[in-house]
Nanobody, 128 residues
Framework: QVQVVESGGGSVQTGGSLRLSCTAS????????MGWFRQAPGKEREGVAV???????????YHAASVKGRFTISQDNAKNTVYLQMNNLKPDDTAMYYC??????????????????WGQGTQVTVSS
C-alpha cells in the first residue's frame, strides 16, 4: 500500500502563487507516476500536471494546456515528494487539488482512472 498526502493549499488573489507538496509513503518505489488533478464543484476531475519520478531525477513531465506556462511540476526523488508550483493563479484555478500515484500508466497521463493511490485533497481558492 502507498499513502499519499498533500499540503500547501490556501486562498490567494488573482495573480498570486502557491506551492503544493505531495509525499508518498509506505510501499513506495522509485519508478512511478505521480501527479496532480483538480476538481471544481459540479465539474469532473481533470489532470493538471503529471510526471514520471524516475531514478536519479530523470523524469518526464506533462502539463495540461490550461496551466502550461503557469504551473510547474517537479520532484525530490529522495523524499518521494512532488511539488506543484502555481504562479499567476486565476479564479478558474479554484478547486480541490488531489495528488495521485501509480506504477503503471498505459494511456493518457491525465486519465484519473489509471491512478491507484489518491490523497485527501487540498483546497485552492483564487479570488478576483
Amino acid at each position: 500500500q502507498v499513502q499519499v498526502v498533500e499540503s500547501g493549499g490556501g486562498s490567494v488573489q488573482t495573480g498570486g502563487s502557491l506551492r503544493l507538496s505531495c509525499t508518498a509513503s509506505g510501499d513506495t518505489y522509485d519508478n512511478k507516476w505521480m501527479g496532480w488533478f483538480r476538481q471544481a464543484p459540479g465539474k469532473e476531475r481533470e489532470g493538471v500536471a503529471v510526471m514520471f519520478t524516475g531514478v536519479a531525477g530523470v523524469g518526464r513531465e506533462y502539463h495540461a494546456a490550461s496551466v502550461k506556462g503557469r504551473f510547474t511540476i517537479s520532484q525530490d526523488n529522495a523524499k518521494n515528494t512532488v511539488y506543484l508550483q502555481m504562479n499567476n493563479l486565476k479564479p478558474d484555478d479554484t478547486a480541490m487539488y488531489y495528488c495521485a500515484a501509480t506504477s503503471t500508466l498505459l494511456g493518457s497521463p491525465f486519465n484519473p482512472t489509471q491512478y491507484d493511490y489518491w490523497g485527501q485533497g487540498t483546497q485552492v481558492t483564487v479570488s478576483s
